[in-house]
């Protein structure tokens, strides 16, 4: 826990715990998703508490937990730049290619 | 933080306003104005309030419930709005405000939840009618906002929505085979309607000539339909549901008008809002002292899992 947590624990005696994001993967063959995020002092609790707020309904199979500082994202400033190199193939999609008239590819 | 200079603020600004236009999501992690970041904070986090203040009305009513299916149907729902309270956190968190700052100005009085959780479940009757009328109304207000234009609120209201149909039904269910009961059971529960049904109608919050915010967050798309709207939209389906289910709707006026295709219903008493919403309604203080009292004697049970993933890790080290 960090110092400023320990901070609002003596206000409210609210535990500010670790924040874990949470995925979860409906069915065998499906990709997590990211479902939401909670508060846990460890994996362990995370992943009951991740099963009792996102899956009450039988809504996952899986279930992943990762701490959110963890997690490295790309910044919507730098997303232009970062995904330009994607951008400007055209001959990475099958419409630029063409075929001759009658033929089934 | 870094400064922007005006220029670039105002840049940012108009991707923002071109964002919201095109009906494209804002996301955490995108420029927003500040004043929609407060107003987010404020309303997400009222919302939260108000699922976790839900909770005790019903829960009054689980030692009392009168067979065990209702028991472990109450006990499902009520489960289900504390979960509705942790989507609805970590929304709010989202914008850069801790949770435990959130609960902090639930329990000291600053923040608040929605009035209707300040009356009193006196019957057991009012289960079923809470369920049907005051869930009822909060999922016409959350399926609007289902497409609300900040990416995690919408997100939430999603998930929420799917769960608050149960939740519905099982009222409606209550309700109509209380109608179709003893003498003193179909009394019981009219006078539960006769209750909450002009609170029901206050949940949509003030008519839109007095509500202050609602230009804002429309403009914005952070609310799609005015108050007024959502509120119509609730009576036009509530009244034949309240035909079928045997009760009245204790409002004379209520009548069709054939042009607009709406239930017109007679003047909601705004003295009786604002009163509630200032913090005279009849349980406000005992809602306010509940929810103190369940902090801090649930205090034990955090320090005990934070005992207790402080002794694993050190197992861990030591293996």
């Given amino acids: 826990m960090t110092a400023a947590s320990k901070e609002n624990n003596c206000k409210t005696g609210e535990t500010q715990w670790d924040l874990w994001e949470v995925f979860t993967q409906p069915k065998t063959g499906a990709p997590h998703e990211h479902a939401g995020s909670l508060h846990a002092p460890d994996r362990e609790m995370a992943l009951q508490n991740a099963r009792d707020v996102y899956s009450r309904r039988g809504e996952a199979v899986s279930i992943w937990v990762v701490p959110a500082r963890e997690i490295s994202a790309t910044l919507p400033d730098d997303s232009g730049p970062f995904f330009e190199p994607g951008n400007d193939k055209v001959y990475r999609h099958p419409q630029f290619y063409s075929v001759p008239r009658g033929i089934k590819l | ?319």
């Avoid at chain 2, 309030?49 to 472990?72: C, D, Q, Y």
């Avoid at chain 2, 057991?124 to 869930?135: F, K, R």
């Avoid at chain 2, 929505?161 to 269910?173: D, L, R």
């Avoid at chain 2, 009786?272 to 005992?286: A, D």
Wanted: aromatic share 10%.
């Fill in chain 2, 1 to 319: 933080m870094t400064e922007l200079t005006l220029e670039e603020s105002s840049e940012k600004r108009e991707l923002f306003e071109k964002q919201i236009q095109a009906g494209e999501k804002i996301e955490p992690k995108d420029w927003m104005p500040e004043r929609f970041r407060k107003q987010l904070i404020r309303m997400i986090s009222q919302h939260a309030h108000s699922e976790i203040v839900g909770m005790l009305p019903e829960g009054n009513w689980i030692t009392r419930a009168p067979n065990f299916r209702r028991k472990k149907t109450l006990l499902a729902k009520v489960q289900d709005e504390a979960g509705h309270g942790l989507y609805l956190y970590c929304a709010t968190e989202t914008l850069g405000i801790d949770r435990s700052e959130l609960v902090e100005q639930l329990l000291t009085g600053k923040a608040k939840y929605s009035s209707i959780f300040n009356y009193p479940t006196l019957s057991w009757a009012d289960i079923g009618v809470i369920g049907w009328l005051v869930d009822g109304a909060a999922i016409v207000n959350q399926t609007s906002l289902a497409k609300t234009s900040y990416g995690p609120y919408s997100r939430a209201m999603v998930r929420i929505c799917k769960e608050e149909n149960f939740h519905k039904k099982q009222g409606y269910e209550i309700v109509t085979g209380l109608a179709k009961g003893t003498p003193e059971q179909r009394d019981m529960v009219q006078d539960s309607v006769n209750r909450w049904w002009w609170p029901s109608l206050m949940m949509f919050g003030p008519s839109d000539k007095d509500s202050p915010n609602s230009k804002e967050l429309l403009a914005w798309g952070v609310k799609r339909r005015s108050n007024d709207e959502l509120r119509q939209r609730f009576v036009n389906l509530t009244v034949p549901q309240a035909k079928a289910a045997g009760v009245t709707l204790p409002d004379p006026e209520l009548r069709y008008n054939e042009e607009t295709q709406d239930w017109e219903f007679g003047p909601i008493n705004w003295e009786e809002f604002w009163q509630v919403v200032s913090g005279n309604g009849p349980c406000n203080r005992e809602r306010m002292k509940a929810r103190q009292d369940a902090h801090s004697s649930g205090a034990w049970v955090r320090e005990a899992a934070e005992a207790y993933a402080e002794k694993q890790q050190r197992k861990r080290a030591a293996a």
